[in-house]
């Protein structure tokens, strides 16, 4: 498979995804992060090519610590700014979205400028917490604002629902991208999303596509243990409300005899998956460590045959999917909601 994929624009971005929530201090439930061991990471991953890394304003410490990354590639004395892309995101605070102004938005871009070192934002990617406050398209409009003061390059949204796209498109704004949750278990995306993404040019970033790491071989034959991160929170409530324990212990069974075919990963066969869907623009995996960069490496270097996508699609088919589109169940489902911080910009 390719490495790089294309806006329209002529930007060129990797298909794999650095992804830095897991560097964050709200996901680790256990542990603490080894920044030393993270910095080796981020080297060894530019030097194999996989130069875009993915953010946000609201992942707490992590902007810091790629801006410590630029501050090291600054200091070999042969650095320049599109060595590395850093893709961050706009979260305002649930709190305050209907106070939102001009001022407001360039001071949280400022920051993220500041905090990474960076001359410009090579994405940003906008997430409003609850449709029903007004001002989603004003501030929408202050980016796009900072893209023509040249802070930002390009504008990308964050778990916006097709409806919203559309809003966004037919008001002029030329939306690049679309950050969704997408897996085996998580599948809305397929409804509607996927299809007028891709025939309106827009890429779709994934996020969730390995379950918090529930898609490997440690869990084949096991019982349901305590999460190790929210991420496990999270992605266990899906879990259960589609394959449920029993699913996934057959699906890691089915994708264990396709990665050995190819002497590949479940994690590998589930990203490669997820990364053939029409509209998939690249597939963000979670960079805590050194540990997993070498089978992390091994996703493009194999193509899955059509029997083994339509396996695994003939066996997703036998479980429901979640209900609604994109995000709907985190911005309504009490459940859901229950476990999502939304103040995390102050």
């Known amino acids: ?106 001071r949280i871009v400022d920051r993220s400028l500041s905090r990474m070192h960076r001359e410009a934002l090579d994405l940003v990617q906008f997430h409003w917490w609850d449709f029903e406050i007004p001002g989603m398209m004003d501030t929408a409009f202050e980016l796009v604002r900072l893209q023509e003061k040249g802070k930002i390059r390009n504008i990308g949204m964050c778990n916006m629902d097709t409806e919203r796209l559309k809003q966004f498109l037919d008001a002029g704004i030329n939306v690049v991208s679309n950050q969704a949750q997408y897996s085996f278990f998580d599948r809305r995306p397929e409804k509607t999303l996927l299809k007028f993404s891709s025939e309106h040019g827009i890429k779709t970033f994934c996020y969730g596509t390995l379950a918090g790491g529930f898609l490997d071989e440690r869990y084949i034959g ?24 029993d699913g996934l212990q057959e699906l890691l069974v089915l994708l264990k005899g396709i990665a050995d075919k190819y002497d590949v ?6 990203t490669q998956y997820v990364l053939k869907q029409n509209g998939v623009g690249a597939v963000m995996i979670g960079t805590r460590n050194s540990k997993h960069i070498d089978s992390n490496l091994k996703t493009l270097g194999f193509d899955l045959s059509e029997k083994d996508m339509s ?36």
């Open 222 to 245: 096991v019982p349901y243990d305590r999460p190790e991160t929210r991420s496990q929170v999270k992605y266990m409530q899906v879990i259960e409300d589609t394959l449920t324990w």
């Open 1 to 106: 498979m390719d490495r790089k994929n294309t806006f329209s624009n002529g930007y060129t971005f990797n298909r794999i995804i650095n992804g830095c929530w897991q560097l964050s201090a709200e996901h680790s439930l256990q542990g603490k992060i080894d920044l030393k061991d993270v910095m080796y990471a981020f080297h060894r991953l530019k030097d194999e090519g996989f130069i875009t890394f993915d953010c946000a304003d609201i992942y707490t410490g992590a902007e810091e610590i790629l801006g410590m990354f630029v501050q090291e590639l600054k200091a070999s004395g042969d650095y320049k700014e599109e060595d590395i892309q850093i893709h961050t995101k706009f979260v305002p605070d649930k709190g305050i979205l209907a106070e939102i102004d001009r001022e407001y938005v360039e």
């Open 265 to 270: 990963k479940i994690a590998n066969v589930a």
């Open 311 to 346: 396996d695994i699609g003939e066996f997703l088919d036998r479980f429901p999917v979640l209900p609604g589109e994109c995000y709907e169940l985190e911005r309504h489902s009490p459940r859901y909601k229950g476990i999502i911080l939304t103040d995390l910009n102050k």
